[in-house]
């Protein structure tokens, strides 16, 4: 009689933390080395803390940059912790990159690091990302899914920023992730502050908040807007034009296929198709036989979303 036998296969060895940082501040910040690191157990990223700031700066910016591109990559990567981990770096540069490589993160803790670092940070790189990701509680706050009192550090953070932002592109990130929040009042005054504004960034950010914010009351101004002067202006006007859904734009819009500025060409045909409704694929067709090769996928893409939401709102083509 024989017998056959079975092996458990035998289990990865330990990975060596050190020895592996060793090899990161070499200059070495191989894609498949940082992988063996996804998921850390506590101890792991006890032991990272530890040795964190003995890494050169460039070597944590390479490896966070390279952190983030997997885990944009491959779902099954987890680098969360690390990122958590560089919002407490000594560097802008790194903290700017692990809070936005954190985007995705709605719980409450990132809420709450985010709201103490926005009180304090004098960086303007990273104050932008904290601005960023505020964006997604400021959109939480709107479907009612905060309590008050999150609620409330989201806009204390938020209209901190805008008052006092490094720089013009902080506050601009600022107001347009608090523009979510329509039924607030203060964010309704601060667009028409920065609409008026002379300056033209200030502007074009106001005509993106609009377009999230929502209000009626700022459809005839971005219609106004789909025809100034300046293209920044026009393609933040096609865009928020596209947010509201309204068919009314939907002629100028289809005029913009003209426009001088490539963005604002693509950006106005995108909108036309997040309308969605039967005169919006009508218009969609017939563009198709009107634009030059480069811009039909742009089409096709507009033409597939407008279809969609045709059918999901129940209306005929």
Known sequence: ?????????????????????????SGNVDPA?????????????????????T??????????????RQSEENLALEFTRYFRLAMGDKDDEVRAIGIRALWEDDTPSFLDNL???????????????IALSLGTFSYMVELDELDPEPAAKTQRA??????????????????????YMSRNQRVRT??????????????????????????????P???QELTNEDPDIRCEAARAAGEFGDPVAIDQLSKMIDDEDEEVREVSVRSIGQIGDKKAIDTLRYLDTQVPEELKPTIEVALEEARFLSESTGLEE
Do not use: K
């Not at 024989?2 to 330990?14: A, K, L, R, V, W």
């Open 33 to 53: 080395r940082v992988a063996e690191i996804s998921d850390p157990s506590r101890e792991q990223i006890q032991d990272m803390r530890n040795s964190w700031n």
């Open 55 to 68: 890494l050169p700066v460039e070597t944590r910016r390479e490896l966070l940059r390279e952190m983030r």
């Open 190 to 219: 601060e667009i028409q502050r920065a609409y008026e504004s002379d300056f033209e960034q200030e502007c074009a950010g106001a005509l993106v908040a609009m377009g999230r914010n929502l209000n009626p009351d700022w459809f």
């Open 158 to 179: 938020l209209f901190h920023l805008i008052e006092n932002g490094g720089n013009w592109m902080v506050r601009r990130r600022a107001l347009e992730s608090a523009a």
């Open 221 to 223: 101004i971005i219609l």
């Open 1 to 25: 009689m024989s017998f056959t036998t079975s092996q458990e296969p035998t289990p990865d060895p330990p990975i060596n933390l050190q020895e592996l940082l060793q090899e990161f501040a």
């Open 115 to 129: 709201a103490a670092l926005a009180e304090i940070e004098e960086s303007p790189a990273v104050q932008e990302a």
